[in-house]
């Protein structure tokens, strides 16, 4: 079957998607956006997290088919800053995650951007200020890292909650 939906805000077809056939699989395999990540195949780690017409989901729980018509934004649409020319630059919630060294192996990475851009989004966003640190531990309850303790993350999270918030010209 052929699959049709908009990624990052350009719609997109996959041909012969196969009914068993992950969002996961046509993002990074059929698509090329290798970002969100395969790692349990069961909605378990968190590493495949994409936003599915605005709500965070486990990419490799979604079946293709279902992603027909819709909105995917998958971490490589949360480079969306342009730089010169065409280049892209890493969004805040990237840019937080580099410098607090939250980044280690890289594989749970692109889930926990995509879950802290959501929380951003509802709190900051939504003018309710900076999360606390419990607001941050919660949303990102669902995505495993293995390599950290998780400090490094939940700083990096609080950097980018406080940069978006003197963005939008709240307090921090």
């Given at each position: 079957?052929?699959?049709?939906?908009?990624?990052?805000?350009?719609?997109?077809?996959?041909?012969d998607?196969?009914?068993?056939?992950?969002?996961?699989?046509?993002?990074?395999?059929r698509?090329?956006l290798?970002?969100?990540?395969?790692?349990?195949e069961?909605?378990?780690?968190?590493?495949?997290?994409?936003?599915?017409?605005?709500?965070?989901?486990?990419?490799?729980?979604?079946a293709?088919?279902?992603?027909?018509?819709?909105?995917?934004?998958?971490?490589?649409?949360?480079?969306d800053?342009?730089?010169?020319?065409?280049?892209?630059?890493?969004?805040?919630?990237?840019?937080?995650?580099v410098?607090?060294?939250?980044?280690?192996?890289?594989?749970?990475?692109?889930?926990?951007?995509?879950?802290?851009?959501?929380?951003?989004?509802?709190?900051?966003?939504?003018?309710k200020?900076?999360?606390?640190?419990s607001?941050?531990?919660?949303?990102?309850?669902?995505?495993l890292?293995?390599?950290?303790?998780?400090?490094?993350i939940?700083?990096?999270?609080?950097?980018?909650?406080?940069?978006?918030?003197?963005?939008?010209?709240?307090?921090?």
């Amino acid at each position: 079957m052929r699959v049709t939906f908009t990624v990052n805000g350009e719609q997109v077809s996959a041909d012969d998607v196969w009914a068993g056939e992950s969002l996961l699989y046509v993002l990074r395999e059929r698509l090329g956006l290798p970002g969100s990540k395969n790692a349990c195949e069961q909605g378990e780690c968190g590493s495949c997290t994409v936003y599915l017409d605005g709500v965070t989901a486990c990419s490799c729980m979604v079946a293709a088919g279902q992603a027909e018509g819709r909105d995917v934004r998958t971490v490589e649409g949360l480079a969306d800053k342009q730089g010169e020319g065409d280049e892209k630059r890493l969004g805040t919630v990237q840019e937080a995650f580099v410098e607090m060294g939250a980044v280690q192996c890289g594989f749970c990475t692109p889930g926990l951007l995509v879950q802290t851009d959501d929380l951003i989004a509802r709190t900051v966003g939504a003018g309710k200020g900076v999360p606390e640190d419990s607001e941050i531990r919660e949303a990102l309850a669902g995505n495993l890292c293995r390599c950290t303790g998780y400090e490094k993350i939940i700083d990096a999270v609080r950097v980018a909650a406080e940069r978006e918030s003197a963005k939008a010209g709240g307090a921090a």
